[in-house]
C-alpha cells in the first residue's frame, strides 16, 4: 500500500511524523521521498510493505495544487505506482475553511474523472475510482481532516 498525507507546514510534518514514528512503528524509508513540484518538504516511512509519505506543502493555499499534483500522478502511474490513500490534514483556521476544502477538493477530483459514490464529508473516508495511464480501473481512498473538528484553531 502507497499512501501519502498533505499537511500545512512544518511543525505540522514534524509532528506527523514523530506521530506516526513514535504510536504506529513506522520507520524511515529515506531513499524512497517523492520529488514533486507543490510539496516542500516530504519524508518517506515504511512499514511492513507500505509506504507513508507526509508532504508539508508550505502553507495552507499550497495543498489543493499538491492534491492536484496527486491526482496527475495517479492517472498516469502504473499499477502499484500510484498512491492508495491520500489524507489532507489542515487546521480549522475559520469558519467556512471546511467547507472551502471541500468545495476545492470536489473540483479538483471532476477535474482529473474520478467517480466518488458519497460526498466528501471531514474525518470520512471516502472511496474515488479512476482509470490510470492504462486504462485499468483503480482504487483511491481519500480523508480530509480540518483539525480541530469542533471548533476554530490549529493543529500545533
Known sequence: MNSIILCEGSSDFVLLQYYMRTV???????TQNIRLDSIKRSRTLKKDENLLTIGGCGGCSKIIPAFEKILQR??????????????????HDEVGTEEEFIKKINTSVQKYQL??????????????????????????????????????????
Open 74 to 91: 495517479n492517472s498516469i502511474s502504473a499499477v502499484g505506482e500510484a498512491f492508495d490513500k491520500v489524507v489532507i490534514i489542515t487546521d
Open 24 to 30: 504506529y512503528g513506522w520507520t524511515d524509508e529515506r
Open 115 to 156: 467517480m466518488m459514490k458519497d460526498d466528501i464529508k471531514n474525518n470520512t473516508w471516502l472511496s474515488c475510482e479512476y482509470q490510470n495511464g492504462h486504462g485499468k480501473k483503480q482504487i483511491m481512498e481519500l480523508l480530509l481532516l480540518v483539525i480541530p473538528f469542533e471548533d476554530t484553531g490549529a493543529i500545533c
